[in-house]
């Protein structure tokens, strides 16, 4: 059974930094591309960036474009997102996915395999 666990999310001021960690058990990492996505209370969930399997192409919501980096460890089962210059509307639940990998926004369109999530609250 594929299982992701995130990890890494916490309380920050603006303009703070964090780094999210989401591991894969059951399965090996190089098999998917890694996305992430966030919900922030009473909005619809939102991908935010994604990087494919093995090329290390990546793709990131205009939102966080240039404050945001997702990368991958495939023999360490585990990717991460540094989120640097944080926000307040970063505010959300930040959950990481597995699944195929599509270049640009279509990259976001689904995914097989999802973690629980690890929230992020960012004052101001």
């Known amino acids: 059974e594929v299982q992701l666990v995130e990890s890494g999310g916490g309380s920050v001021q603006a303009g703070g930094s964090l780094r999210l960690s989401c591991t894969l058990s059951?399965?090996?990492?190089?098999?998917?591309?890694m996305k992430w996505f966030r919900q922030a209370s009473g909005k619809g969930r939102e991908g935010v960036a994604c990087?494919?399997?093995?090329?290390?192409?990546?793709h990131y919501a205009d939102s966080v474009q240039g404050r945001f980096t997702i990368t991958r460890d495939n023999g360490q089962n585990t990717a991460y997102l540094q989120m640097n210059n944080l926000k307040p509307e970063d505010t959300a639940m930040y959950y990481c996915?597995?699944?195929?990998?599509?270049?640009?926004?279509?990259?976001?369109?689904?995914?097989?395999?999802w973690g629980h999530g690890t929230q992020v609250t960012v004052s101001s």
């Open positions: 996915a597995a699944g195929d990998f599509f270049k640009g926004p279509s990259c976001f369109a689904d995914a097989d395999y």
């Open positions: 990087i494919s399997p093995s090329t290390g192409s990546t």
């Open positions: 059951g399965s090996t990492l190089l098999l998917y591309a």
